[in-house]
């Protein structure tokens, strides 16, 4: 059961340094980990000290080129992959993924639920395959022990250890990190991460056949991208914690919809006072993640099951891609963990959340216009394959190209990102609403989105260098 056992494919020997160079002096690694947990010798490390991937001091790389190989920045062929998982390859117009079936439920337990950001699903999931045997363990976001605010990658093996780990962790965090403690270990596990965490595992399971079957059921969180850490250190500072030493508890959404909170020692508890969306909108616009942004994949394409927010109500979705995806639901379903309802027919494009479609357009679109920006400005971005695109395709009125270009330049600038940290954070969170309601407005979107994946988009003329390929999937083509 769970068992993948599938062909792997060869990848060239290269050195740390060229991992080095492609993504991490290019400012668009995102801490995932993949590289650290696919080191066979242990001489990559993140740290405190150096949050960012390096080699270990009095250690010496032996260029076996796996890090390189896994890393998802270094560019994911979505196109490939979800063939090589799911039997099926994407077209490139096809931005939801393969989803066999939907369901929108919570857990059942009533005072689990309650402490849950959204429908708590993964809790719930992650409880019955751990508790029934199923799994050894899950690799998961969590809070750090000694510095509660933030987020750090565990490995959980039971139920108090993942109520431990609930709710969202709006922050970059290393979660395939863990899968250096897996090395040399027996046991099936599952992981729990976004985009970045899943496509990289998927391009290691390619690589390193040993991890197919150690981590046969990866459960992928929706994601629109994740703050750098120093965010957070806004985030307390506007709360007016100047102590963080004090907090006991913290969390960045709290259960009723707010924004973020702690706990501090003395029991009193601190709050940004706002809905959850008045610091999406300031972090979005001062400390979003470069890497991020390059990225397509809001809903995690390659994992067997995607999961997320359906938005008031504390309900989950979920897109079930793969049959094992949909094993593990319905073992919850029947143990009575988890209580919904199922959807038999899912188009992912049209998605079990209203505004599915235009998140995944507002993905997709600041992804290839990122990459196009930083290729014009001769810096390293991720390849993505046979989903890779012009992005003047997708702006189809030169005006709305130039304000993103500006807001590009805004927010991608140290010295204005700085300034706009210390305004009032009600300012910020104006400008950054502003930018989110242009978005989100249509305005200057790739018109062609709304038609049927078969037809060219608004913009795609015919005999265009990157787009001239057939947009049936490559399996039908061959």
């Known amino acids: 059961m769970f068992a993948l056992s ?82 099926k390859t994407l077209d490139r117009w096809d931005l939801g993924g393969v989803a066999l079936k939907g369901f929108i439920g919570h857990i059942a337990d009533e ?38 605010w933030r987020a750090k990658p565990k490995l959980v093996r039971t139920r108090e250890e993942i109520l431990k780990t609930t709710r969202s962790k709006h922050s970059l965090v290393s979660i395939a990190d863990t899968l250096r403690e897996l090395r040399g270990r027996a046991g099936r596990y599952i992981l729990v991460g976004a985009g970045c965490h899943v496509s990289g595992l998927r391009k290691l399971q390619q690589a390193e056949p040993a991890w197919q079957d150690k981590i046969p059921l990866v459960i992928g969180i929706a994601c629109g991208g994740n703050w750098y850490p120093e965010g957070t250190d806004y985030l307390l500072r506007g709360m007016g914690i100047t102590d963080p030493a004090q907090i006991v508890e913290f969390a960045y959404r709290a259960a009723d919809g707010t924004g973020a909170n702690a706990r501090l020692q003395n029991g009193e508890r601190k709050s940004t006072s706002k809905r959850f969306g008045h610091d999406v909108y300031r972090m979005n616009l001062l400390y979003h993640a470069e890497g991020c942004s390059a990225c397509p994949d809001l809903l995690s394409v390659l994992a067997d099951i995607t999961v997320g927010d359906t938005g008031p109500g504390k309900q989950s979705f979920a897109f079930l891609r793969s049959a094992q995806g949909i094993q593990a639901m319905e ?90 940290s210390v305004l009032p954070s009600d300012l910020t969170y104006v400008l950054g609403k502003l930018r989110g309601t242009w978005e989100l407005s249509d305005s200057g979107f ?21 787009h001239t390929e057939s947009r049936r999937p490559s399996s039908e083509r061959a």
């Open 6 to 87: 599938k062909p792997t494919l060869s990848f060239p020997p290269l050195h740390f340094e060229r991992l080095r160079a492609d993504v991490i002096s290019a400012g668009i690694c995102v801490r995932c980990g993949v590289c650290t947990g696919a080191c066979p010798v242990s001489c990559i490390r993140m740290d405190a000290a150096n949050p960012e991937p390096h080699l270990v001091a009095g250690t010496e790389c032996t260029s076996c080129g796996l890090c390189v190989a896994a890393c998802p920045e270094r560019g994911v062929d979505y196109a490939e992959l979800s063939a090589w998982q799911f039997g």
């Open 446 to 466: 790739w018109g062609g989105m709304r038609h049927s994946p078969g037809q060219r988009p608004r913009g795609d003329k015919a005999g265009s260098p990157a």
């Open 111 to 148: 005072a689990i639920w309650q402490t849950t950001s959204g429908g708590g699903l993964v809790t719930g999931l992650l409880i019955h395959l751990l508790s029934s045997g199923q799994f050894d363990g899950a690799l998961v976001a969590g809070f750090d022990e000694e510095q509660p």
């Open 331 to 420: 073992g919850a379903v029947r143990a009575g963990v988890i209580v919904g309802e199922w959807h038999a027919s899912v188009d992912p494009r049209r998605g079990l959340r209203k505004d599915h479609p235009l998140r995944v357009r507002i993905k997709y679109r600041e992804a290839y216009s990122v990459i196009a920006r930083r290729q014009a400005d001769g810096l390293a971005a991720p390849c993505y394959g046979s989903f890779s695109l012009d992005a003047r395709a997708l702006w189809t009125r030169r005006r709305n190209r130039w304000i993103w270009e500006i807001i590009y330049f805004l927010v991608h600038s140290l010295w204005i990102r700085r300034l706009l």
